[in-house]
């Protein structure tokens, strides 16, 4: 059974930083494309960040300069190093799994508040 496991988030004040992971139980984990995307109360889920099985990495305009995601084949795991996080970034947050199928995973709740 395939599955994504997602981790690292908690209660952080503005400004401050998280470092979510997203482990991964896949064969062939290197051929996919891992995306995270997040999900706020009341709007619709977004991808904020995106990176191939090449490592080739994307992100969105909101997060640009202040996220990095980074993934390490060996241990099937994605990070998702989040700095200078706002209010604005809270939200539940997703990983995503995609290549010939594409799976999700529970998500972790983050939450950005003094």
């Known amino acids: 059974q395939v599955q994504l496991v997602e981790s690292g988030g908690g209660l952080v004040q503005p400004g401050g930083s998280l470092r979510l992971s997203c482990a991964a139980t896949l064969s062939l984990f290197s051929e996919y494309t891992i995306e995270w995307a997040r999900q706020a109360p009341g709007k619709e889920r977004e991808s904020v960040a995106g990176i191939t099985s090449g490592g080739g990495a994307i992100y969105a305009d909101s997060v640009k300069g202040r996220f990095t995601i980074a993934r390490d084949n060996a241990k099937k795991t994605v990070y998702l190093q989040m700095n200078s996080l706002t209010p604005e970034d809270t939200a539940v947050y997703y990983c995503?799994?995609?290549?010939?199928?594409?799976?999700w995973g529970q998500g972790t709740q983050v939450t950005v508040s003094s």
């Open positions: 995503k799994a995609k290549w010939s199928q594409e799976y």
